[in-house]
């Protein structure tokens, strides 16, 4: 630490290129010009410039946090310099793109690019305004760590809840106009960004409600942790319940589709929490077991050629639960003694083979090949046939909930503990009784169980199934999405979902830079916060020992 | 203790019908394709000519997997990315240019030289920033968190190169002096598969040289040997674990030009899968013995490009050629259940988790 700040200029230059490094890969990637289409303020300010001015800003913070008791004009000066050489470099990439011709090489280099980032001016003009913009973004972001503590949480809640109700835009204003009406929806909103009044009341009134509920939390002595009887318990759950019963209601189909999406990763991700949160097995070949499932329920269910026993869904259902589970432990039962990262390839391994042997002419007579198997019947519940969105959300629903009581229970269970037990030493946990190949069996089953029992819902969803949706990223996608929630916490993986799988299907521009966001998501999380966002407390304590114990000390 | 032995048996058991079960599925196969013999010993020769070239590819990516192995004892999931960023670059940036002005056609082999230059570079760049800025930080942490943050870099080169030169992909420019073949024995070898080889040997002499005699390579022996010791001998260890990660990733970007001239196209999506066959090749020959990556490397190419027509195609699979990738994940998990210390046989540590 004392390093850093005795070679402070050389931090700040070094911060500054940095911010320009960033900024320059995000205009020459393409991500400026994608989300330059989108605004934060109607005809203001856009999610590219948010892109171009916020790695300054960030960088900017946490810089200062490390160099606070230089004084304000040091920092300030340092900030300034960071602000000053991202935007500098930024005008670089425009000079040198005027220069050569860069574009035959780096496709992303377009004439909408460059107008962006010169705000449709000259050269020399628009460096001046990307240089000034950048410098004035980077102070505001160092002159925040002065600002006393409560009021800078305030306001940087209020700023982030600001972006995401601009971020939600669109889709907000959808909503509002169809419970409240047109005129009403477009006092706040234009029909793609927030209107530039409302977003200041938004954020004035977000920034008061933080600032009063952070004052309140100081004030109020930290409460003891109240015993609830199981009946109260149940009775704070019950508006969550009718929450959760109406939610269709609430967001309309297109919606609904997104989270009856959001749901199966959920699913899934529980499942994989299981394995990977609880057990320590990282498995990167878990969409074998949600293509198992997929595919057994489309040929027990499908009225098409394929299908060998036209079922009902209900019928299918447990059957796919069960073909999964023992696919766990089938494909379990070679790695029972690999650890680790041998266990990680050898299952990417069984996830490739699974998703070439679904598309080769070898199984094509029983699965269809890339061709996939078609018809697959919707569910029906009474004689009503389960066709909207709508109504697949409470199939969605219950199976989500069911995986959430049961791996809930199971953390909590004997197992659960063996489970833990054996993640954080197998040499260990054996001495101590455990049954390794029993438990280790044990979690392959019921995280394969649940993939499997979002593979079935999945295909009926779909009607049709084909290889390529159960390709690798699909792994990746739910291994992502625990990481983030926090390994072994079911609250983080709700969260993490919502997140990962509910964003990227809101925001359509995402979408291209998606699996660049994920990958990059996976390391800032593993370097900054690896137990998450919603950590389990086990894995907080045990990857925070450290601190606490600075602390006390 | 008695129940513990019962499900041990059981496993055992398990293992040894599988290895079983796919010694006489291969055997049944191979013995049904000699008996119909559809191909001729020349068709043969072709199918082991092109393994040897395929194969020395994956040598020269397996090393990195190999070194980076040996000295972290983490497995490099992002060194696929080294290769294709490398190439990738060079081909977008470089050879299509060169093609285009005709550079290429008066001077081959100073284009080649350059391509080559360039691919190399630019993987040792990446490498050494993911090294810096993903690995580094975790070299304590428990050893999942490497682990997913190589994932994760992977992923971000991945689409991040996608980025700067589209998700299409780019045809390697055919260069004239390479084009046609040379006779040998009764068949005739593609003049790019000799060059591939002719430089696979040379790189792999190099390597030798550079990890035996000169003072880099033997610092970073040492530190994979023991960190602890070898900074004790006044070795800078953060700068040996970068040299192993820069030589890793000359040898990927060297593998990039030879996929270029082998295939003949580039895309940003082409790391994987030889990344991953790589891996394999670095198992198969024992994961932290630099000659068991390249012999590795060369059996994986050779089963590769033997093993469909030689044992699937007598199982009367139709389209066997679609199942190529499946012997090459099969070895990866057989071997790593059967074999884990790979065929040269170094001791590897049983107990790493």
Not at chain 2, 331 to 339: A, D, H, P, S
């Amino acid at each position: 630490m004392d390093n850093l700040t005795s070679s402070g200029w050389r931090q700040a230059l070094l911060q500054g290129f940095v911010a320009g490094l960033i900024t320059v890969s995000a205009s020459t990637i393409g991500m400026v010009e994608l989300f330059g289409t989108r605004y934060f303020l109607a005809g203001l300010f856009t999610m590219g410039q948010l892109l171009l001015f916020a790695p300054p800003a960030v960088l900017a913070f946490s810089l200062a946090g490390k160099i606070k008791s230089q004084g304000i004009s040091i920092v300030t000066v340092k900030a300034a310099a960071i602000g000053a050489i991202s935007g500098a470099m930024l005008a670089l990439l425009v000079w040198a793109n005027q220069t050569f011709p860069l574009r035959t090489v780096l496709i992303n280099l377009s004439p909408k690019l460059m107008g962006l980032l010169t705000f449709d001016r000259s050269l020399a003009e628009g460096a001046l305004i990307l240089i000034g913009v950048s410098v004035a973004t980077a102070v505001f972001g160092a002159l925040l760590q002065f600002v006393p503590r409560l009021y800078r949480q305030a306001l940087l809640s209020a700023i982030i809840t600001t972006l995401g109700v601009g971020l939600l835009a669109p889709l907000l204003f959808e909503r509002i106009r169809n419970f409240f009406g047109q005129s009403v929806a477009q006092l706040v909103f234009t029909s793609s960004a927030l209107q530039v009044v409302p977003a200041i009341i938004i954020f004035a009134a977000s920034a008061a409600l933080f600032y009063f509920r952070g004052k309140a939390a100081l004030n109020s002595k930290p409460k003891a942790e109240q015993k609830l009887n199981p009946r109260q318990k149940m009775l704070r759950q019950i508006p969550l319940a009718i929450f959760l019963l109406i939610l269709p209601m609430l967001l309309g189909s297109y919606l609904t589709e997104i989270t009856n999406n959001v749901g199966i990763f959920l699913l899934m991700g529980l499942g994989l929490n299981i394995v990977v949160g609880l057990a320590g097995l990282l498995d990167l070949g878990y969409v074998a077991f949600f293509a198992i499932g997929a595919y057994t329920m489309a040929v027990l269910t499908s009225t098409g050629p394929l299908g060998v026993a036209q079922m009902s869904f209900w019928a299918a259902l447990p059957i796919c639960v069960a073909v999964s589970a023992l696919a766990g432990v089938l494909l379990g039962t070679p790695v029972l003694r690999m650890r680790g990262d041998y266990l990680a390839i050898v299952t990417l391994g069984f996830g490739e083979i699974i998703r070439i042997l679904a598309l080769s002419d070898l199984l094509k007579p029983f699965i269809g090949g890339a061709q996939g198997i078609l018809q697959i019947p919707k569910p029906s519940i009474a004689g009503i046939t389960l066709i909207s969105p709508e109504q697949l959300y409470y199939v969605i629903l219950g199976g989500a909930l069911l995986a959430a009581f049961i791996s809930n229970r199971l953390r909590e269970s004997r197992v659960g503990r063996t489970w833990i037990a054996m993640r954080e030493d197998e040499d260990v946990a054996e001495a101590m009784g455990i049954n390794l190949v029993r438990t280790k069996l044990l979690a392959f089953a019921i995280g394969a169980g649940f993939s499997g029992l979002a593979g079935a819902i999945f295909s009926p969803k779909l009607t049709s199934i084909f290889p390529h949706s159960f390709n690798l990223l699909i792994s990746i996608n739910i291994l992502s999405l625990i990481i983030v929630g926090g390994l072994g916490s079911i609250p983080g993986t709700i969260v993490g979902a919502l997140v990962l799988v509910g964003l990227p299907e809101l925001l359509r521009e995402f979408a291209e830079f998606r699996w660049l966001m994920y990958g990059l998501l996976l390391v800032v999380m593993m370097l900054n916060r690896p137990e998450g966002f919603i950590p389990s407390d086990v894995i907080r304590r045990e990857l925070h020992s450290g601190d606490e114990h600075r602390a006390e000390v | 203790m008695k129940d513990r032995l019962k499900n041990l048996d059981l496993i055992t058991a398990f293992l040894w019908l599988l290895r079983a079960a796919i010694i006489l599925v291969v055997a049944w196969g191979t013995f049904k394709t000699l008996l119909s013999n559809p191909y001729t010993s020349r068709n043969w020769l072709d199918f082991i000519i092109f393994g040897i070239a395929q194969g020395s590819m994956y040598a020269l990516i397996a090393i990195g997997y190999t070194l980076v192995y040996g000295v972290l004892k983490m497995i490099n999931f992002a060194h696929g990315e080294f290769f294709m960023s490398g190439i990738f670059t060079a081909t977008s940036a470089l050879a299509i240019p060169l093609a285009a002005s005709g550079f290429m056609d008066q001077h081959p082999l100073l284009s080649l030289l350059a391509i080559g230059l360039l691919s190399m570079l630019i993987s040792v760049g990446i490498a050494l920033l993911t090294e810096r800025i993903a690995y580094r930080p975790l070299r304590h942490a428990p050893r999942l968190m490497p682990l997913i943050t190589a994932i994760g870099a992977s992923f971000f080169w991945q689409y991040y190169f996608r980025g700067l030169f589209g998700s299409q992909v780019r045809p390697f420019p055919t260069v004239a002096a390479l084009q046609g073949s040379i006779p040998f024995l009764n068949t005739t070898v593609l003049k790019t598969h000799v060059l591939v080889v002719v430089v696979t040997v040379l790189a792999l002499v190099a390597l030798n040289f550079f990890i035996t005699k000169t003072r880099a390579g033997m610092a970073i022996r040492s530190v994979s040997e023991n960190k602890d010791v070898a900074a004790l001998m006044g070795i800078n260890v953060d700068r040996a674990i970068s040299m192993t990660f820069a030589t890793g990733a000359t040898m990927a970007g060297l593998a990039g030009l030879l996929y270029a001239l082998v295939y003949g196209q580039v895309h940003f999506f082409m790391g994987f899968i030889p990344g991953i066959k790589a891996f394999t090749a670095a198992v198969l020959g024992g994961i932290g013995n630099i000659p068991g990556a390249a012999v590795g490397g060369l059996l994986l190419g050779l089963f590769e490009s033997v093993g469909p027509s030689l044992f699937l195609q007598g199982l009367g699979i139709p389209a066997f050629n679609q199942l190529k990738d499946v012997i090459a994940f099969t070895m990866l998990v057989l071997v790593l259940i059967f074999r884990p210390q790979g065929i040269m046989g170094e001791r590897l540590a049983e107990k790493k988790a």
